[in-house]
């Protein structure tokens, strides 16, 4: 009779603890309380990102940028001196209003800033540093910037195009504008030097 008591016992004891713990992930897993965790986590995560030097010089990974080109070049000084610059080049055969093109200028800086986060985030550092510079430029049409995305490529510079979701005033899927950079002056200049500014 004692050992069913006992037994009893510890099963209500262990249904208990059971009932506890799920109790305690109901309460933790609730949106205001696991959402500063989540905050917390990025900030703390971004701030070791921040405090740890760049070792040596940056150089694109070469299955993302340069596609198997066997050329690798430094996109940015490991002593942040060098000169980066980004260059936006808007097809003038689309013939797109002001307020059109801005609107595509400014997505193919972010969605290169949002690439390069993953990839290079000292390279954006070192970009934001000295005021992110960018410089807006034309080209003929969408083979002259399918061949200025691969000589970008090529040398290994990052490179970003917008496809325009066609809601307004060109057709679904045209590319709009293509991002070349941040990467050193020289190397950008190489690709987009002799383009028209806009």
């Known amino acids: 009779m004692f050992g069913s008591l006992r037994i009893a016992s510890q099963h209500t004891r262990k249904n208990q ?4 713990e799920r109790e305690w992930l109901t309460l933790s897993f609730k ?5 500063p965790g989540v ?6 995560g971004l701030l ?3 405090s740890q030097p760049g070792k040596g010089s940056l150089k694109l990974k070469k299955k993302k940028f340069s596609e198997g080109r066997p050329q690798q070049r430094s996109l940015a000084s490991s002593n942040g001196d060098e000169e980066l610059k980004m260059v936006l080049v808007v097809r003038r055969d689309l013939k797109m209003t002001t307020g059109k093109i801005a609107s595509q200028c400014a997505h193919a800086a972010t969605g290169m ?3 390069l986060m993953q990839s290079h985030r000292s390279l954006l550092r070192q970009w934001e540093q000295i005021g992110q510079p960018k410089i807006v430029v034309t080209c003929k049409n969408q083979q002259e910037m399918n061949k200025l995305k691969e000589t970008a490529e090529g040398i290994g510079l990052p490179t970003f195009v917008v496809a325009d979701a066609g809601r307004t005033q060109v057709v679904s899927g045209s590319k709009t ?5 941040p990467g050193p002056k020289e190397s950008v200049d190489s690709v ?5 500014l806009l």
């Open 31 to 35: 949106p205001e309380n696991f959402l």
């Open 17 to 20: 603890q059971q009932k506890q």
């Open 48 to 50: 070791l990102d921040l």
């Open 177 to 181: 504008v293509l991002a070349v950079g």
């Open 113 to 115: 800033y949002a690439e």
């Open 192 to 196: 987009t030097g002799k383009l028209s």
């Open 39 to 44: 905050v917390i986590g990025f900030i703390l």
